[in-house]
C-alpha cells in the first residue's frame, strides 16, 4: 500500500507497553479497606494482538476474586467504529484501547 509504513514487532510492543501502563499498577499495591461483597464483571475492548495484556488482566483477577475481565478483541481498522456505536448505544466498555499514530502512518511536515 502507498504511503503505509509497516509496524516491526518492536514498535507493537512499545506502543502496547505505553497503552497498557497506566492499568499495569492498578492492583499492585492497592490493599482494599473492605473485601467487596459483590461480584464484578468489567468489559475490557482492545485491539492488541490477543495475549498480549493477558499477564495484566490475569494478575488483576487473582488480585481481586471477584472481578471478572470480559475481553473482546478488534481488528485496529474497526476498534473505532465499534466504540463509535457503544457509546451512540450507551454500552461503552469500562476499559479500551485505541489505534493510535503507532498502527498508521504518520506524513512527514
Known amino acids: 500500500m502507498i504511503g503505509q509504513k509497516r509496524i516491526d514487532r518492536r514498535r507493537l510492543l512499545k506502543g502496547s507497553a505505553l497503552a497498557a501502563s497506566p492499568l499495569a499498577g492498578i492492583g499492585a499495591?492497592?490493599?482494599?479497606?473492605?473485601?467487596?461483597?459483590e461480584d464484578v464483571t468489567v468489559r475490557w475492548w482492545e485491539h492488541f494482538p490477543e495475549g498480549l495484556n493477558q499477564s495484566i488482566r490475569d494478575g488483576y483477577m487473582e488480585a481481586n476474586p471477584n472481578v471478572t475481565i470480559e475481553l473482546t478483541l478488534y481488528?485496529?481498522?474497526?476498534?473505532?467504529?465499534?466504540?463509535?456505536?457503544a457509546y451512540q448505544s450507551e454500552q461503552m466498555p469500562d476499559i479500551t484501547t485505541t489505534p493510535g499514530a503507532a498502527g498508521t502512518s504518520i506524513e512527514n511536515l
Open 29 to 37: 499495591g492497592a490493599r482494599p479497606m473492605l473485601a467487596a461483597q
Open 75 to 85: 481488528p485496529p481498522n474497526e476498534m473505532n467504529q465499534a466504540l463509535q456505536l
